[in-house]
């Protein structure tokens, strides 16, 4: 009796530990304010490592402002002021103490509209290698290759990597975008709206390489593409008015979900 | 109805504005080539001016217009560059930020002789250094500098959001991020301000009469030393340039053919703005092709 007892704790112990090593971040209480604008409202949730995450949620429900908040985009705005924690590892990434720069280079963002340089295709890679002091040209001609080849875009661009990065396509242009993020190594990748500005094609392509690429990063995705969230995602948590109203497995999410809003959103029985 | 009519009378008054200003400009340009062109050949762009005789050049006039120019540059592009980075990127909105921004604007409104006096007791009372390139260019500076601050500032803020925001997100400083991402990007932007604002400065008499000078030593083109006396490169000799000559001849000149002089040196300076306008797009219109063709 005292044994199978001990047993159970032990073992509640290390799944708790096990469960703990499995999350990349670790949101509590999170609100952020754009001035008197309440945008993102008490959230807490915890984000799995190697999973993929979608934020689903009405526009202007506050999932940029979410997402932006990981790798402190939004202290480029003013106006805003966020209070609450994200523990990543051992830190706080909401403390002002620590290295916004450094923080980047560990959680990359790929945003909703492409944004390469108006440099040539390389130059996009090599950019931040440089700064972070690689100057070989065989090492950074490794890294280029290594990164388009993650984005699966090495086989288009390899004989034009010196044309400028702004003669690509659309979806090429995103798929570069997502290579550059990947050469600062980084552990987790934010993308928002990745794939709201290209055609189906270029989208199911996208789509293809974020599934490969969760096996080596924790991503999170902003999509309003409810299709594409229970597609490409293993969690997904919907937001409405700046509240996080459910988060669960995408499967459940979208099958059974608990609460109303959630269903009357996923049945497309929204304003 | 009403709308239609007025709509048709606001139409018909642009139109004609724009007419007007058209035709003014190729009436002044036309009344100014007709007249200059004929006294333009080689020998008048390269040889000394003469003081008493008919038959004088402009010459050295053209050099220092160029040199001055030059030095001018040298000093205005980087520290304007500078404030305009500061201005665009580190400003926070504020009391200090408005004062800048309306010394900037005081500044820039500033009439050109004005800014002469001012040079005239700074740079060549003050420092003693005389009439002189260096006192020109520094007064040109001045001149000038608003301007490209302006200039610079609104081609940083012109670059899109995103690229500023891609820069960060990879994790590089913001320093870094303007040094690589948004200058290059505001470069051709920046290349045309310089250049128009070039044109201007190649154009400028009032700010130079009293700190150039009216007169330029004899000049030996041969002799390349910065530090002699009669080096065209020496900055600290007095240096007459092409529109100041231009109104000392009309003003004051004694030789026989000073219309004609003036005719051929104010064709030459209007010809050298408008080379400088054209270059200032051609190569604007030459880099934003290289930046975006994929070849
Ligand atoms: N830069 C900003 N300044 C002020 N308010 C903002 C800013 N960005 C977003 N907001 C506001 O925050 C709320 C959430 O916006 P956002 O996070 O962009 O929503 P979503 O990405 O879900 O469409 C909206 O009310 C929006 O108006
Ligand atoms: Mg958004």
Redesign the interface.
């Known amino acids: 009796m005292q044994l199978t007892l001990e047993r159970t704790e032990t073992e509640e112990v290390l799944q708790k530990v096990e469960e703990a090593n499995k999350i990349a971040l670790d949101v509590r209480n999170l609100n952020i304010y754009y001035g008197d604008n309440h945008a993102v409202k008490d959230v807490s949730m915890a984000i799995e490592k190697n999973k993929v995450t979608a934020l689903i949620g009405p526009s202007g429900c506050g999932k940029s402002t979410f997402l932006r908040s990981i790798?402190r985009?939004n202290d480029?705005i003013p106006s805003s002021r966020v209070d609450g924690t994200i523990q990543y590892d051992d830190v706080n990434l909401l403390d002002k103490q620590i290295d916004v720069?450094?923080?980047?280079?560990?959680i990359?963002?790929v945003?909703q509209?492409p944004?390469?340089?108006?440099?040539s295709i390389y130059n996009n890679l090599t950019?931040?290698l440089r700064?972070y002091g690689m100057k070989q040209k065989k090492v950074l001609d490794e890294v280029v290759e290594e990164s388009l080849r993650k984005a699966a875009l090495w086989d288009e661009v390899k004989d034009?990597l010196h044309?400028?990065a702004?003669?690509l396509s659309g979806g090429q242009q995103q798929r570069l975008?997502i290579a550059?993020?990947l050469t600062?190594k980084p552990n987790i990748l934010l993308l928002d709206e990745p794939a709201s500005a290209l055609d189906p094609i270029a989208t199911s392509k996208i789509e293809d390489l974020i599934l490969e690429l969760k096996k080596d990063y924790t991503i999170i995705i902003v999509t309003h593409h409810m299709k594409q969230a229970s597609r490409i995602s293993d969690k997904t948590a919907f937001f409405l008015n700046g509240e996080l109203i459910e988060y669960g497995k995408t499967k459940q999410i979208f099958t059974n979900p608990h609460e109303e809003q959630t269903e009357n959103y996923i049945s497309g029985r929204f304003g | 109805m009403n709308s239609r009519i007025t709509n048709r009378i606001a139409t018909g008054v642009f139109f004609a504005c724009a007419a007007l200003i058209t035709l003014v400009l190729a009436g002044l340009l036309g009344y100014i080539l007709y007249h200059g062109i004929a006294i333009i050949n080689w020998d008048f762009l390269t040889s000394p001016s003469s003081s008493f005789r008919a038959g004088g050049g402009i010459g050295p006039q053209l050099f220092n217009s160029f040199y001055i120019l030059l030095i001018t540059m040298i000093i205005t592009v980087p520290l304007g560059l500078g404030g305009g980075i500061y201005m665009a990127e580190y400003a926070k909105p504020g009391k200090l930020t408005s004062i800048i921004r309306t010394s900037i604007e005081v500044l820039a409104s500033l009439p050109s002789i004005v800014l002469g006096m001012f040079g005239l007791l700074v740079f060549v009372n003050l420092t003693g250094w005389g009439y002189s390139i260096l006192s020109g260019a520094l007064t040109l500076t001045i001149f000038n500098l608003p301007i490209m601050v302006r200039e610079c500032e609104d081609a940083i803020r012109a670059v899109p959001r995103d690229q500023r925001e891609a820069g960060l997100a990879l994790g590089t400083t913001h320093w870094h991020t303007i040094k690589k991402v948004l200058v290059p990007s505001a470069f051709p932007t920046i290349l045309s301000g310089a250049i128009l604002a070039s044109g201007r400065v190649f154009g400028e008499a009032a700010a130079l009469l009293f700190t150039a000078g009216l007169t330029t030593p004899r000049l030996d083109f041969g002799n390349w030393n910065p530090f002699s006396p009669d080096s065209p490169l020496n900055i600290f000799r007095p240096a007459e340039t092409l529109a100041v000559h231009i109104w000392a001849v009309n003003s004051e000149g004694l030789i026989p053919d000073a219309r004609a002089v003036a005719d051929g040196a104010s064709a030459v300076l209007i010809i050298s703005v408008l080379l400088f306008n054209l270059i200032a797009r051609a190569l604007g219109r030459f880099i934003h092709k290289r930046l975006t063709a994929s070849k």
């Open positions: 790798n985009m480029l720069v450094a923080l980047r280079k560990e990359g963002m945003f509209k944004n390469p340089f108006p440099k950019y931040a700064y034009r044309e400028s702004l003669s975008c550059r993020s600062m």
